[in-house]
């Protein structure tokens, strides 16, 4: 499996958490979620992919309770209307 990275600077989670910019990235990240979770709601794919990029940062740097926090957001695809491959929520 590849590194996640932030979609905005392209730095991996895992050099974020070694360089202290981790309370910086997790901010920007949960503004994000919320912004696209009150444009386009919580079924929509993008703020599906904000969630599981929120849940991947904070296993990256060793938050297995924050990473569950955010898990527990996940949407069972049956929820949003869609397949396991996620297909296409544009509104």
Excluded: N
């Amino acid at each position: 499996m590849r590194a996640m990275t932030c979609a905005r600077c392209g730095t991996s989670f895992e050099s974020m958490a070694a360089t202290a910019r981790y309370e910086e990235v997790e901010r920007m990240m949960i503004e994000a979620h919320g912004v696209l979770d009150g444009a386009v709601g919580s079924s929509h794919r993008y703020t599906r992919r904000a969630v599981d990029s929120l849940v991947a940062l904070h296993e990256a740097v060793g938050k297995p309770d924050r990473a569950a926090e955010w898990s527990s957001r996940r949407m069972p695809a049956a929820a949003t209307g869609q397949g396991p491959a996620g297909g296409s929520d544009d509104r």
